[in-house]
């Protein structure tokens, strides 16, 4: 489901100021991310291609913690039902950093010629050891 539908199906549904205020932040960073992205292929900029996962993970923690505000902020039934389409829209947001962080990889393997995953999501012990120590999840 789209961005458009998801908006068009929570019109009329209670809204939470915390939650829209953290979507808004989320969407800030993201767009921030998607400028220095083209920014980096428009001048082959592999210092800045490379920044891009230092500035996802601020994305990266607000959507983690968007699900328990949408839990704590949902006293009635049609209060859940727009904090759950809120959630869908902030996964939405993470993935346009991740998007993002893509093209950074994608720019240095134009200047290098080298392809590297700057991180790797489906083994996220490699980008935090801690959690080997922890047997936890950085979700």
Partial sequence: MNLAKITKLAHGLPPNPTVLQHLGEMGALALGMVGAA?????????????????????????????LQ?????????????WGIRMYVVSRQIERVGDNAVDIGEQVAFLVTGEFREFTDASHPEIEHPELLEGGGSPE
């Fill in 69 to 81: 505000q949408v839990l704590a902020a949902s006293d009635d039934q049609r209060m859940l039902e």
């Fill in 38 to 66: 083209m920014h980096a292929l428009a001048r082959r900029d592999l210092d800045l291609a490379r920044s891009l996962p230092e500035l996802d993970d601020p994305l990266d923690r607000l959507n983690r913690g968007m």
